[in-house]
Nanobody, 126 residues
């Protein structure tokens, strides 16, 4: 089981940036799909970005494509989500998730992620 701890959320004005961190605690780090999802009140959960820790291959959902970058520091077992040009509609709880697969179809398959963090809140004001 992978334990995930998110950090980095907060309040920012529109146009600002935040970097979220997801630290994984598991000897199996390196064979996981790690992804960021978000969910706003009254809305469905949506995939933001994923990275396959074995190769570093990344993929992005449509909602924030072009404004986010996912990366990893394998020495720290940590995945980052750099978010730029934030908009009020980006306000949501952001969750880190890990699954033992190669990230194929990740954004449509949240059920394949076995482990989820507690979430970190992002609030963007206009």
């Amino acid at each position: 089981q992978v334990q995930l701890l998110e950090s980095g959320g907060g309040s920012v004005q529109a146009g600002g940036s935040l970097r979220l961190s997801c630290k994984a605690s598991a000897y199996t780090y390196g064979r996981n799909c790690v992804a960021w999802f978000r969910q706003a009140p009254g809305k469905e959960r949506e995939g933001v970005a994923s990275i396959y820790t074995g190769t570093g291959l990344t993929s992005y959902g449509d909602s924030m494509k072009g404004r986010v970058t996912i990366s990893q520091d394998t020495a720290k077992n940590t995945v980052y989500l750099q978010m730029d040009s934030l908009k009020p509609e980006d306000t949501a709880m952001y969750y880190c998730a890990a699954g033992d697969f190669s990230c194929g179809g990740w954004h449509d398959a949240p059920q394949r992620f076995n482990d989820w963090g507690q979430g970190t809140q992002v609030a963007v004001s206009s």
